[in-house]
């Protein structure tokens, strides 16, 4: 994920084609209604939880954890 840089903005293919399939996938949505993906990357000592639009352009970073 470091090589990728800012996460916001990119596509949610591009994202995949660095970083793999996410290991969970789930929705939400947002304080506008708006449904939002949530894909999490789950690795020994590490977390990330990334959030997409409906036209899976990613949002954020919602959480991360390396230990």
Do not use: R
């Amino acid at each position: 994920f470091l090589g990728l840089g800012t996460l916001k903005g990119k596509t949610y293919e591009e994202i995949v084609h660095a970083a793999g399939s996410p290991n969970a996938i789930s929705s939400s949505v947002d304080k506008d209604g708006n449904a939002i993906k949530v894909c999490q990357w789950i690795a020994t000592n590490y977390h990330i939880v990334l959030l997409f639009d409906q036209s899976d352009i990613c949002l954020g970073v919602s959480s991360e954890v390396a230990v």
